[in-house]
């Protein structure tokens, strides 16, 4: 998907854009063995410009990244809340991708991950104050 973000960002104004080849590309593979350790940052922000509420154009700088599956064999669930966490922090946008259905051990899952997020967020801000 992170792929597709990349070629649409970078040849958006051709009409064709989806069929863009990219030498450049985030790594992936199916199944459950894991591809991207930790959390992959894309090499450059790509700068956009969007309409502002005063529709002007503004420039923005998109950075995407990609984060490792929560349920990897080889990671503790200490290292997966940690990794979900600062990524969300990190995140204006955040898509959570799951094959299997969002179940209610997901969703439990889900819930105390952004807990600590948000509680890592709030404790972190209000010491820089």
Known sequence: ??????????YKDDPNWIDC????????????ARV?????VWSEPIIVEV???SGNNKK????????????????????????????????????FNDTTGLSDDILSFLHSYLEYAKFTGTSTSSSNK
């Open 60 to 95: 923005v700088a998109i950075i995407l990244l990609d984060c490792q599956g929560l349920f990897d064999p080889k990671t503790t669930m200490s290292q997966n809340t940690k990794l979900f966490a600062f990524s969300a922090l990190l995140s204006s946008v955040f898509i």
């Open 1 to 10: 998907m992170l792929t597709q973000f990349l070629k649409y960002l970078y």
């Open 21 to 32: 080849r990219t030498s450049r590309a985030f790594k992936w593979a199916g199944g459950s």
């Open 51 to 53: 309409p502002d509420d």
């Open 36 to 40: 991207t350790p930790g959390i992959q």
